[in-house]
């Protein structure tokens, strides 16, 4: 069994910065995808930040163009986590952020299940 156990969720005013942090732990093989998603209610699902071909030598992150340049994904392989540094925040940035993994614990290796976390609210507001 796999969980995402995310932190660092809270308000801030407009212009400030928050730092999420997102640990998976369990019977972990390996973990080839983790990143960021929010969702607003009534709104669908969007992808933030990911980290993909994790436990490749070459991952690849992808951020989505709306918080480019202001977002970041840090990772700590070792520790299987993910972070998500939110500068520059805005008041359309307010959401609950979710974290996701692609893992493949000892269960189902060679195979991979998705992961969420239960998600952390991020307020944007003066």
């Known amino acids: 069994q796999v969980q995402l156990v995310e932190s660092g969720g809270g308000s801030v005013q407009p212009g400030g910065s928050l730092k999420l942090s997102c640990t998976a732990s369990g019977s972990i093989v390996s973990v080839s995808a983790m990143g960021w998603y929010r969702q607003a209610p009534g709104k669908e699902r969007e992808l933030v930040a990911i980290?993909?071909?994790?436990?490749?030598?070459?991952?690849?992150?992808d951020i989505a163009d709306s918080v480019k340049g202001r977002f970041t994904i840090p990772r700590d392989t070792a520790k299987n986590t993910v972070y998500l540094q939110m500068n520059s925040l805005k008041p359309e940035d307010t959401d609950v952020y979710c974290c996701?993994?692609?893992?493949?614990?000892?269960?189902?290796?060679?195979?991979?299940?998705?992961?969420w976390g239960q998600g952390t609210q991020v307020s944007v507001s003066s």
């Open positions: 996701y993994a692609k893992v493949a614990s000892q269960d189902i290796w060679p195979s991979t299940e998705n992961y």
């Open positions: 980290i993909t071909r994790a436990d490749d030598a070459n991952p690849a992150t």
